[in-house]
């Protein structure tokens, strides 16, 4: 029979193994950590919970619905219409921006509707380019200075010239032009974009997800870290020196960290690692007395002042707090790899209660986290990097799958769909 091993228990591999074992196939699945779920996870502190950076469920897909209803999900999950903002100028106003300025200051309003009027009398410029070319082209100068370009710099700590719109696709909504005006004068009513509505688990965090999935896979062995991947001899080494065999090796784990574990990756292929970009998401969570300061799930917050870029209010669409208190969570992005900033944190805190939505002496619990990497850096050297690692480990009988391995950008849904076509692919 054929021995397939899965690297990695986040969503993409759960779901993989869910779908093998649904095929006939007993996969091994091996997870460095001693919890399930990678980044789709919750950390419990004081009675609070709280989950790794902002994790909601968009479900656009019927194979995502139905996956989550065999699961039997669907009654400890629920729906909530997005209440998005961004923190700009002194105000909040909904979000996406682009169709809702009407709560911004006049002056900026009105920079930004005649930007993108002058900007729909040019071609729009390709997303295979500079982020930068195909933002003005698309949304003008005005949009593009307040909001695009300095929270993106933020996002991805570069230039918006030095990376492309490659991974734009569902995730940045283009609206119509009647749209925009109604979105200047507050008429703009309708929810739009793929994160336009999400589940969320009623009570306890993300984790509900990834610790279902993993009540269904059997070959699961946590606290497992492998040492060395040897692709001509197809056997994995443990940390605790044990040696497994594979024929086929499904690998979730980063793409720059499982060349790393790889010995006998061919020379022009690991050059290519060397060329993939990234950033690390620095994760600091709050446990606050008191109500929420607001009611929207979560700010971006694009003005340079501000180190974060990102701010949830997740007691808004979950229960993770005890009684008379609320959970915050503040996201920054630095280069993959590299130390918090000295005074990082300070410097939130202070942030926060400039904008009004902390008072730093009713802070109760803090937790602090890394996710590295956060988020793929889309630049020029991506797509023939990636397809190089790509047709190397495929040549040796495996199968990159998901977010981080195939090194791209992607929602919790497209997780469990990698997952899921990653099992068809190995079955067949």
């Not at 029979?1 to 899965?6: A, D, F, G, N, P």
């Not at 997870?31 to 479900?59: K, Q």
């Not at 729906?79 to 809702?100: M, S």
Request: with cysteine; proline share 8%; net charge positive.
């Amino acid at each position: 029979m054929t021995r397939v091993v899965v690297l990695g228990a986040g969503l993409t591999g759960l779901s993989a193994a869910l779908h093998l074992r649904r095929r006939g196939i007993e996969p091994l699945v091996l997870e460095r950590e001693d919890i399930v779920g990678g980044a789709c996870r919750t950390l419990e502190r004081d009675g609070f919970a709280f989950d790794l950076t902002g994790h909601l469920l968009h479900l656009g897909q019927e194979e995502g619905r139905r996956l989550v209803a065999e699961l039997g999900l669907a009654p400890r999950l629920r729906r909530h219409t997005r209440r998005a903002g961004v923190a700009l100028a002194g105000t909040v106003t909904p979000y996406p921006i682009q169709i809702n300025t009407f709560k911004l200051p006049p002056t900026i309003r009105r920079e930004c509707l005649l930007g993108l009027l002058a900007a729909r009398e040019h071609p729009e410029a390709p997303e295979t380019g500079p982020f930068a070319d195909w933002a003005l082209s698309r949304f003008g100068d005005g949009l593009c200075r307040h909001f695009f370009f300095p929270y993106n710099q933020k996002l991805f700590c570069a230039d918006a010239r030095d990376f492309t719109a490659a991974w734009v696709g569902r995730f940045v909504p283009r609206p119509r032009l009647e749209d925009v005006v109604d979105g200047a004068l507050g008429l703009f009513r309708r929810p739009v974009g793929y994160n336009a509505t999400f589940l969320y688990p009623r009570r306890g965090g993300i984790r509900l997800l990834a610790d279902t999935l993993a009540r269904h896979v059997p070959g699961l062995r946590p606290g497992c870290p492998v040492r060395r991947v040897h692709l001509g001899e197809r056997t994995l080494e443990l940390a605790s020196g044990e040696a497994l065999q594979w024929d086929v090796l499904v690998a979730t784990a980063a793409l720059p960290q499982l060349c790393e574990l790889t010995d006998d990756l061919p020379a022009e292929a690991r050059a290519a690692a060397s060329r993939l970009r990234a950033v690390a998401v620095l994760n600091l969570n709050l446990g606050v007395e008191g109500r929420p300061p607001r009611r929207e799930h979560w700010l971006y917050v694009p003005e340079p002042r501000y180190p974060f870029y990102r701010v949830g209010i997740p007691s808004n669409h979950g229960v993770l707090a005890p009684p008379g208190c609320h959970t915050l969570s503040v996201e920054v992005s630095v280069p993959a790899g590299t130390p918090c900033p000295r005074r990082l944190w300070e410097r939130c805190l202070d942030g926060l209660e400039e904008l009004g939505l902390l008072r730093p002496e009713r802070v109760v619990a803090r937790v602090e986290a890394r996710v590295d990497p956060g988020y793929v850096v889309f630049d020029e050297a991506l797509a023939p990097a990636v397809a190089a690692l790509r047709a190397a480990y495929a040549a040796a009988g495996v199968r990159l799958a998901g977010r981080w391995a195939e090194w791209k950008y992607s929602s919790m849904e497209d997780a469990l769909l990698d997952g899921a076509a990653a099992a068809a692919e190995v079955a067949a």
